[in-house]
């Protein structure tokens, strides 16, 4: 029988990125991410400290992330003083607040999975735990039909930590707009997801003929500029009207990012050499010679045509 000690240890995060891809490997970060940091470690600083000042905690925030998008300063103080403003302090309620809670648990001796759950909040006197997952993007806007993975992840993992649950609230807060989706599930609800994650899990696992299969995770995954999977999921066909309207605006909101992300190339390579990146070629060229008649006398006094001065034309292949 396999040890603890000797079992792969997954995050939350690679579990749940292997099950949509088994070759999924983690990617750099991103300013997108530094902005959730910032916001993350504000609304510890608040949930810890009912008296805190949330101007402070936001600033405090800032200040310890490190690559924080200074041009979204303003989004970030709009956003955590209004979620922060329109609620009750965690603490209410006797809620018992713990935050940045790390949690591990081993699954059917496949691997020890952990996370860190965004606050693990217990009270005692009715046996509940609430799991909250703070959400800074706009794709949490839309009220997921089930609780998600993150959050039952989580919840089983808690299950561990507090023996004696009776039930647990798992709530995803949406941060750009306050909105909260709230799910109440009992201990079986929570083992039989577990336990059913954990079976996927070692299928993949014990699979020595992995191959990608795409999904969500491939926009961080370190692979994804040159696997074909990674378009995967945008393959999939519309079955609604309302997934046809979804398809539509998300593919001119792509155009117009791929516009914008050639000019800003456009601009890098403007006084540089053209050059070749990750195999694109890169940069302005002097195009070839073309040939045009200017004068067709004077063409068939000389035999030949004149040629026009080669001009640099910008060039992304």
């Known amino acids: ?41 504000a609304l510890e600083l608040w949930a810890n400290d009912p008296a805190a000042e949330v101007a402070a905690c936001i600033a405090a925030g800032v200040a310890e992330t490190q690559g924080f998008p200074a041009e979204r300063h303003d989004e970030l103080v709009r956003m955590v003083t209004q979620y922060a403003g329109n609620r009750e302090h965690p603490r209410e309620g006797g809620w018992a607040v713990a935050t940045e809670v790390e949690m591990e648990r081993t699954a ?26 703070y959400k800074t993007g706009w794709s949490a806007v839309k009220e997921p039909e089930s609780a998600p993975f993150q959050v039952l992840f989580y919840a089983g993992l808690a299950s561990r930590l507090h023996l004696a649950a009776e039930w647990f609230r798992v709530e995803i807060h949406a941060l750009q707009t306050g909105w909260v989706h709230s799910w109440d599930l009992g201990v079986e609800d929570v083992e039989e997801w577990w336990q059913g994650m954990a079976e996927r899990l070692g299928d993949v696992l014990a699979n020595p003929d992995k191959r990608p299969t795409g999904g ?32 539509i605006r998300e593919t001119v909101r792509l155009e117009a990012a791929a516009d914008e992300r050639k000019k800003a190339l456009r601009a890098y390579m403007d006084k540089r050499e053209a050059t070749t990146i990750a195999g694109v070629r890169l940069g302005y060229e002097l195009s070839k010679p073309a040939v045009r008649v200017l004068d067709k006398e004077r063409a068939l006094a000389l035999g030949v045509a004149e040629l026009s001065k080669p001009s640099p034309r910008w060039a992304m292949k």
């Not at 029988?1 to 990617?27: F, H, I, K, N, Q």
């Not at 496949?110 to 997952?133: F, H, K, M, Q, W």
């Not at 500029?225 to 519309?238: I, M, Q, S």
């Open 216 to 247: 969500p995770a491939c926009g961080f995954c370190k692979k994804r500029w040159e696997c074909g999977a990674a378009v995967t999921a945008l393959a999939h066909a519309p079955t609604t009207d309302a997934e046809a309207e979804e398809v």
């Open 1 to 41: 029988m396999t040890s603890r000690s000797d079992l792969p240890r997954l995050s939350r995060y690679r579990v749940e990125a292997l099950l949509e891809c088994p070759v999924w490997e983690p990617g750099p970060g991103s300013p997108a991410a530094n902005f959730g940091k910032a916001a993350h470690r």
């Open 108 to 133: 059917d001796g496949i691997a020890v999975l952990s996370g860190i759950a965004d606050r693990c909040d217990t009270l005692p006197d009715e046996g509940a735990v609430r799991i909250v997952d």
